[in-house]
DNA sequence: GCCAACGTTGGC
DNA sequence: GCCAACGTTGGC
Protein backbone atom coordinates (compact mmCIF):
# COMPACT_ATOMS: atom_id res chain seq x y z
CA UNK A 1 0.00 0.00 0.00
CA UNK A 2 1.41 3.26 -1.10
CA UNK A 3 1.24 6.09 0.97
CA UNK A 4 1.53 9.69 0.10
CA UNK A 5 3.53 12.65 1.91
CA UNK A 6 3.85 16.48 2.21
CA UNK A 7 7.69 17.59 2.57
CA UNK A 8 8.43 21.13 3.43
CA UNK A 9 11.73 22.71 2.15
CA UNK A 10 12.73 26.28 2.66
CA UNK A 11 13.46 27.68 -1.00
CA UNK A 12 16.60 29.38 0.62
CA UNK A 13 17.87 26.22 1.77
CA UNK A 14 17.05 24.01 -0.98
CA UNK A 15 14.25 25.00 -3.96
CA UNK A 16 12.48 22.68 -5.90
CA UNK A 17 14.93 24.04 -8.77
CA UNK A 18 18.23 23.13 -6.74
CA UNK A 19 16.20 19.22 -6.73
CA UNK A 20 15.66 19.52 -10.12
CA UNK A 21 19.25 19.82 -11.24
CA UNK A 22 20.06 17.42 -8.47
CA UNK A 23 17.32 14.86 -9.77
CA UNK A 24 17.91 13.20 -6.03
CA UNK A 25 18.49 14.05 -2.99
CA UNK A 26 19.09 12.67 0.79
CA UNK A 27 16.34 14.60 3.05
CA UNK A 28 18.93 15.35 6.17
CA UNK A 29 17.97 17.13 9.00
CA UNK A 30 15.26 16.74 10.54
CA UNK A 31 15.17 17.01 14.24
CA UNK A 32 11.89 16.24 15.50
CA UNK A 33 10.70 13.14 16.74
CA UNK A 34 7.28 13.01 15.03
CA UNK A 35 9.00 13.40 11.78
CA UNK A 36 11.24 10.83 12.30
CA UNK A 37 8.83 8.69 13.31
CA UNK A 38 7.38 9.03 9.71
CA UNK A 39 10.38 8.58 8.29
CA UNK A 40 12.03 6.00 10.01
CA UNK A 41 8.79 3.58 10.19
CA UNK A 42 6.42 4.46 7.31
CA UNK A 43 7.84 5.63 4.72
CA UNK A 44 8.36 3.15 1.83
CA UNK A 45 10.22 3.41 -1.26
CA UNK A 46 7.47 4.51 -4.09
CA UNK A 47 5.77 6.44 -1.72
CA UNK A 48 4.51 10.02 -3.46
CA UNK A 49 5.38 13.01 -2.29
CA UNK A 50 4.40 16.88 -2.70
CA UNK A 51 7.56 19.32 -2.20
CA UNK A 52 6.28 22.12 -0.41
CA UNK A 53 8.43 25.72 -0.26
CA UNK A 54 7.25 27.34 3.75
CA UNK A 55 9.40 30.02 5.05
CA UNK A 56 8.82 32.23 1.63
CA UNK A 57 6.01 34.32 -0.24
CA UNK A 58 3.83 32.62 -1.16
CA UNK A 59 4.58 29.39 0.65
CA UNK A 60 2.92 26.17 -1.18
CA UNK A 61 3.24 22.73 -3.00
CA UNK A 62 6.24 23.57 -6.01
CA UNK A 63 6.20 20.24 -7.62
CA UNK A 64 6.31 16.20 -6.82
CA UNK A 65 8.93 13.75 -5.61
CA UNK A 66 9.26 10.28 -4.61
CA UNK A 67 11.06 8.09 -2.04
CA UNK A 68 13.66 5.72 -3.64
CA UNK A 69 15.28 5.10 -0.21
CA UNK A 70 13.33 4.36 3.23
CA UNK A 71 14.49 5.57 6.20
CA UNK A 72 18.49 5.53 7.23
CA UNK A 73 20.71 6.51 9.51
CA UNK A 74 21.13 10.59 8.88
CA UNK A 75 24.54 10.73 9.32
CA UNK A 76 25.23 14.05 9.67
CA UNK A 77 24.49 13.25 13.49
CA UNK A 78 27.61 11.32 13.53
CA UNK A 79 29.69 14.51 12.32
CA UNK A 80 30.81 16.73 15.23
CA UNK A 81 31.34 19.66 12.55
CA UNK A 82 27.71 19.29 11.62
CA UNK A 83 25.06 21.53 12.82
CA UNK A 84 22.48 18.25 12.84
CA UNK A 85 25.39 16.54 15.51
CA UNK A 86 23.88 14.75 17.96
CA UNK A 87 26.14 13.45 20.51
CA UNK A 88 24.20 10.82 21.82
CA UNK A 89 24.23 9.39 18.38
CA UNK A 90 26.19 6.13 16.89
CA UNK A 91 27.19 3.91 13.95
CA UNK A 92 25.09 1.45 16.02
CA UNK A 93 22.22 3.60 17.90
CA UNK A 94 21.65 5.53 15.48
CA UNK A 95 18.50 8.72 16.66
CA UNK A 96 17.33 10.84 13.52
CA UNK A 97 16.40 9.19 10.35
CA UNK A 98 16.62 10.44 6.43
CA UNK A 99 14.88 8.95 3.43
CA UNK A 100 16.52 9.93 0.08
CA UNK A 101 13.53 11.28 -2.97
CA UNK A 102 13.86 11.67 -6.42
CA UNK A 103 12.16 14.52 -8.43
CA UNK A 104 9.50 13.75 -10.15
CA UNK A 105 7.79 17.28 -11.35
CA UNK A 106 8.05 20.69 -10.68
CA UNK A 107 4.36 21.85 -11.29
CA UNK A 108 3.30 24.29 -14.14
CA UNK A 109 0.76 26.33 -11.55
CA UNK A 110 2.20 26.66 -8.24
CA UNK A 111 -0.14 25.68 -5.99
CA UNK A 112 -0.30 28.05 -2.94
CA UNK A 113 -1.07 28.54 0.66
CA UNK A 114 -4.41 30.15 -0.03
CA UNK A 115 -5.42 27.85 -2.85
CA UNK A 116 -4.48 25.15 -0.67
CA UNK A 117 -7.01 26.42 2.02
CA UNK A 118 -10.13 27.25 -0.07
CA UNK A 119 -9.64 23.72 -2.88
CA UNK A 120 -12.75 21.36 -1.81
CA UNK A 121 -11.22 18.58 -0.47
CA UNK A 122 -8.14 19.51 1.47
CA UNK A 123 -10.14 21.04 4.51
CA UNK A 124 -8.18 18.68 6.89
CA UNK A 125 -5.10 18.58 5.26
CA UNK A 126 -2.44 19.28 8.23
CA UNK A 127 -0.42 21.73 6.38
CA UNK A 128 -3.81 24.41 6.02
CA UNK A 129 -4.39 24.11 9.62
CA UNK A 130 -2.77 26.63 12.01
CA UNK A 131 0.20 26.62 13.49
CA UNK A 132 1.05 22.96 11.91
CA UNK A 133 4.77 23.57 11.70
CA UNK A 134 5.71 19.29 10.93
CA UNK A 135 8.22 19.63 8.32
CA UNK A 136 7.01 16.09 6.85
CA UNK A 137 3.33 15.27 6.95
CA UNK A 138 1.22 12.85 5.83
CA UNK A 139 -1.51 13.30 2.82
CA UNK A 140 -4.50 10.91 1.85
CA UNK A 141 -4.04 9.95 -1.50
CA UNK A 142 -7.35 11.60 -2.53
CA UNK A 143 -5.56 15.11 -0.87
CA UNK A 144 -2.57 14.21 -3.39
CA UNK A 145 -5.05 13.52 -5.98
CA UNK A 146 -6.64 16.94 -6.01
CA UNK A 147 -2.94 18.83 -5.20
CA UNK A 148 -1.18 17.39 -7.82
CA UNK A 149 -4.77 18.37 -10.59
CA UNK A 150 -4.30 21.87 -9.19
CA UNK A 151 -0.74 22.26 -10.14
CA UNK A 152 -0.62 20.63 -13.63
C1' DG B 1 10.75 41.56 11.25
C1' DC B 2 6.90 40.24 14.27
C1' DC B 3 4.88 36.97 16.93
C1' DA B 4 1.67 32.85 17.72
C1' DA B 5 2.10 28.11 18.09
C1' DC B 6 4.36 24.54 19.76
C1' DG B 7 8.41 21.45 20.91
C1' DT B 8 12.23 20.93 24.14
C1' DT B 9 14.91 21.73 28.24
C1' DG B 10 15.93 21.89 32.91
C1' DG B 11 15.05 23.32 37.79
C1' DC B 12 12.49 21.77 41.36
C1' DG C 1 6.56 14.50 36.45
C1' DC C 2 5.25 19.45 36.36
C1' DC C 3 5.69 23.59 34.13
C1' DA C 4 8.16 28.04 33.18
C1' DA C 5 11.58 29.52 30.21
C1' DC C 6 13.49 29.27 26.04
C1' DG C 7 14.21 28.21 21.06
C1' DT C 8 12.34 27.35 16.51
C1' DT C 9 9.03 27.34 12.81
C1' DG C 10 6.72 29.59 9.49
C1' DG C 11 2.65 32.52 8.09
C1' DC C 12 1.83 37.13 7.74
Do not use: C
Request: proline fraction near 6%.
Amino acid sequence: MKSYWLMKSEPTAYSIDNFQKDKTTFWNGVRNYQARNFMRDQMKVGDQVLFYHSNTEPPGVAGLARVVKAGYQDHTELDPKSKYFDPKASPDNPIWFMVDIAFVKKFKNFVDLDLLKTAPGLEKMMVVKRGSRLSVQPVTAKEFEIVEKLGS
